[in-house]
Every structure is written in C-alpha cells, then in structure tokens.
C-alpha cells in the first residue's frame, strides 16, 4: 500500500528566491482605464479648450469631485471653485445682516402675486397634521427657504462680477439684474412665510439662515458645473454635433 504522505506537496520545500516589488514602475503597469477602455477613457476626458472662458471664473476641472471623491478612470470633470463659493456665501451673510438689503428683500416678497396662497397652504398644511408630524413639514419649508435664499445670492453674485468685468453688453446685464431681483423677492416671500409659520407654532427663538445656505449655495454651484459641463464640454455633444456633416448612409 501506498504511503499517502509521501505523496503530498510540500511548497516550502521548493527552492526560491525571494519575493521582491518593483522599485521603479513600468510603463505596462499603468492602467488608464479601470473599465477596460482606453479609448473612451481618452474620449471622455475633458480639457480647458473644451470650455468657453468664462466657464474657469467660477469653475475648474479636477479629477476628484467638489466633495474630495476620485472620479471613476481619473476623468476629469467640472467643479466649482471654492474661492467663488465663499464670495457667493459672503454676499449671502451680507444680504440677511444689511438691514436695508433686508427690508428691500422682505418688501419684495410680501408683493409677489403668490405670497398669500403660498403662506395660507403651508398654514393649512401644519394645521392639518399632527405635532408630531409637523417638524417634518418644517423642514421642508426650511430647505425651500435656504435654496432661494442661495439662489438669491448667486444671483447677485452673478451681476456683480458681470459688471467688475466690464464689457458693452448692456443688454445681458440687465437680463442678469433682472434675475437677481426676481430671486431676492422670492427669497423674501420665503423667508416670510418660514418666519410666520415658526411664530404659529410657538418655537423659540427665530430661523438662521446661515451655514444650512452655504451647503444649499455648494450644491446650487455643483449642480451648475454639471449642467454647464453637459451642455459646453460633453465630448459625447460635440461629436455627435461634428458627424452632422457626414453622409454615414454607406
């Protein structure tokens, strides 16, 4: 009968050297694409000539998103800037601080054509619900709160750096004030019906509107990149754009 142990491979008895890593990394190494196209990976990626210059005002491409995450493939992609960010935040704290601003702000809303219904539905809606449910209905008027009040600030932010920068185009400044105002008495109109509601249900204190909008201005922002990034530097745009002249009936 046969000896089984005998029979059994051993590894260690092997001779071998030594395991050792690569001090210096060779070019095959390197893998360009984790999705297994090169190609497309190429395609995909992004470049400052693929934007209008305005674009890198307030925007840059990185190949990790507003948030620190890596893109997928080290592609590079649009984000905000921070520096305009901040500038956008302080315009914000300005704008709620500056008792005339404010005023101006509050006057507006309370004339929008929809102020009124606006404020009487939210009233009905926290009347109807429970207390215990009427935090979240809060909420909700709160975030709808914060993101016109980013939006108001961006706004400004945008024909105020329109202006420093000069230019003749006089007609897209004003297209750019006029959009300013309409966010700010939006805002306004908000902000008055946030306010009332929180006098309604007897909360202490008053409403802040101050980093809960920076985040709402940061997602504003990102939300921008992304859209400015479809509709200006889409590889995918163009080309479908530049194969309009060929006859591909073959």
């Known amino acids: 009968m046969t000896n ?3 029979l059994q491979f051993d590894p260690s008895e092997l001779e071998r050297n030594e395991l050792e890593t690569k001090v210096k990394t060779d070019q095959d ?3 360009p694409d984790t999705q297994g196209d090169p190609e497309g ?3 995909r990626s992004l470049s400052r000539s693929d934007f209008p210059d305005w674009v890198f005002t ?3 491409l990185s190949r990790r998103d507003y948030y620190g995450k890596p893109y ?3 592609e590079m992609h649009l984000i905000p800037k921070r520096g305009a960010i901040e500038e956008i935040f302080d315009i914000h704290m300005q704008g709620i601080t500056d008792e005339e601003q404010m005023t101006n702000c509050l006057l507006m809303g ?3 054509h929809d102020f009124t219904e606006i404020k009487d539905a939210y009233l009905s809606l926290i009347n109807a619900l429970p207390e215990r449910e009427q935090y979240n209905a809060m909420r909700g008027l709160s975030s709808a709160t914060e993101e016109a009040l980013a939006q108001r600030a961006i706004l400004k932010y945008r024909f105020l750096s329109t202006a420093d920068r000069g230019g003749n185009n006089e007609e897209y400044l004003e297209k750019l004030h006029t959009q300013a105002l309409q966010a700010s008495a939006r805002a306004g109109l908000y902000v008055l019906v946030h306010r009332e509601l929180w006098k309604f249900l007897q909360w202490k204190g008053e409403p802040k509107y101050d980093r809960s909008v920076q985040r709402a201005i940061e997602w504003a922002q990102v939300r921008s990149s992304q859209y400015i990034e479809d509709r200006h530097g889409s590889t995918e ?8 002249k060929y006859n591909v009936a073959f």
């Open 4 to 6: 089984a142990k005998h």
């Open 237 to 244: 745009g163009r080309n479908a754009v530049s194969m309009t």
């Open 110 to 112: 309370g004339k929008e």
């Open 41 to 43: 990976s190429e395609a």
């Open 29 to 31: 190494d390197y893998s």
């Open 58 to 60: 307030d925007f840059d």
């Open 72 to 74: 997928p493939g080290e």
